[in-house]
Nanobody
C-alpha cells in the first residue's frame, strides 16, 4: 500500500513562511508528477502547484495564479519527496493542504494518483 505523508503545516502570521514536505511510504517503483492542492472551508479543492518527474520530464512546474511568485514547488527524486516553500503568506492561503502523486508501485503496473491525509495551514491576519 502506498501512503503519502505530509508535514510542515501550522499557524503563521500574515507575511510569514512555511515549508511543506510530502514523502510516500510503501512499495514504490516510480513516481511521475507530484503536486499540492488545498481546500478551504466551504470551498472546493484547488490546485496549488505541480511538478513533473525530473528525470523524464525535466521537473516542469505549474502554479495557480494566486500563488505565483510566492510559492515554490520542488522535489528530491532520491528521497521521493516533494516540497512546497510558501512565502509571503496571506490569510486567504488558510486551508488544508494535500499532497498528490502519480505512483506506479511495482514495475509494469499503471500509475495511479494517491493523496495524503492533508496538513492544516492557518495564516493569521
Amino acid at each position: 500500500q502506498v501512503q503519502l505523508v505530509e508535514s510542515g503545516g501550522g499557524l503563521v502570521q500574515n507575511g510569514g513562511s512555511l515549508r511543506l514536505s510530502c514523502a510516500p511510504s510503501g512499495s514504490i517503483w516510480r513516481i511521475d508528477a507530484m503536486g499540492w492542492y488545498r481546500q478551504a472551508p466551504g470551498k472546493q479543492r484547488e490546485l496549488v502547484a505541480t511538478i513533473t518527474d525530473i528525470t523524464t520530464s525535466g521537473g516542469s512546474t505549474n502554479y495557480a495564479d494566486s500563488v505565483k511568485g510566492r510559492f515554490t514547488i520542488s522535489r528530491d527524486n532520491a528521497k521521493n519527496t516533494v516540497y512546497l516553500q510558501m512565502n509571503s503568506l496571506k490569510p486567504e492561503d488558510t486551508a488544508v493542504y494535500y499532497c498528490n502523486a502519480d505512483v506506479s508501485p511495482i514495475f509494469g503496473l499503471a500509475y495511479r494518483g494517491y493523496w495524503g491525509q492533508g496538513t492544516q495551514v492557518t495564516v493569521s491576519s
